[in-house]
T-cell receptor, first 112, second 114 residues
Framework: KAGVTQTPRYLIKTRGQQVTLSCSPISGHRSVSWYQQTPGQGLQFLFEYFSETQRNKGNFPGRFSGRQFSNSRSEMNVSTLELGDSALYLC???????????FGEGSWLTVV | ELKVEQNPLFLSMQEGKNYTIYCNYSTTSDRLYWYRQDPGKSLESLFVLLSNGAVKQEGRLMASLDTKARLSTLHITAAVHDLSATYFCAVDLISSGSARQLTFGSGTQLTVLP
């Protein structure tokens, strides 16, 4: 059974650019959530999607956005990148009635 | 605002010894997760604790939950080097239905010394 798949795994962007990260959840999982991990702030919740609807959003500026498609795949976008956006971005998926939340390998973003 | 505090943040222990990591949280929740993270890697699910008094064990790790005290513990028995990693607890801030929003502790960086 395939796990949560994130692409790209590593990327380098320049300040001011935008980036799109992709996440394919485990088959059958309709809830997809995104987290940012940095050494200074730790793991922080970005947003959660279910059936193409954003159900929850963390305390991040509007530059961070996301969406979910009908096949449950999700993308997150960060516009006008800042140096502080350099982080590991983790996608997680779970079943509607399930308890375990599974994380992907993450996308390492470096902003220079 | 939900706060999740782990301690200790750093833990060096000798192989064969026992130790406990503590996770305190500030508001009512019915789901608590423990994850392991190796350097440069993602989060590996260890345990999901769903009710007061829940206890789960896997190998040398045992997790428990006391919802009244808002406390979870991760106990390590007879540590081995392979357990060296960072361990996170996370509390699920259920806002509606089956929504998920995890709030993580700062993590405990465990180093098991020979």
């Amino acid at each position: 059974k395939a796990g949560v798949t994130q692409t790209p795994r590593y990327l380098i962007k320049t300040r001011g650019q935008q980036v799109t990260l992709s996440c394919s959840p485990i088959s059958g999982h309709r809830s997809v959530s995104w987290y940012q991990q940095t050494p200074g702030q730790g793991l922080q919740f970005l947003f959660e999607y279910f059936s193409e609807t954003q159900r929850n959003k963390g305390n991040f500026p509007g530059r961070f956005s996301g969406r979910q498609f009908s096949n449950s795949r999700s993308e997150m976008n960060v516009s006008t990148l800042e140096l502080g956006d350099s982080a590991l971005y983790l996608c997680a998926s779970g079943r509607t009635s399930g308890n375990t939340i599974y994380f992907g390998e993450g996308s390492w973003l470096t902003v220079v | 605002e939900l706060k999740v505090e782990q301690n200790p943040l750093f833990l060096s222990m000798q192989e064969g010894k026992n130790y406990t990591i503590y996770c305190n949280y500030s508001t009512t929740s019915d789901r608590l997760y423990w994850y392991r993270q190796d350097p440069g890697k993602s989060l590996e699910s260890l345990f999901v604790l769903l009710s007061n008094g829940a206890v789960k064990q896997e190998g040398r790790l045992m997790a428990s939950l006391d919802t009244k005290a808002r406390l979870s513990t991760l106990h390590i028995t007879a540590a081995v080097h392979d357990l060296s990693a960072t361990y996170f607890c996370a509390v699920d801030l259920i806002s509606s239905g089956s929504a998920r929003q995890l709030t993580f502790g700062s993590g405990t960086q465990l180093t098991v010394l020979p």
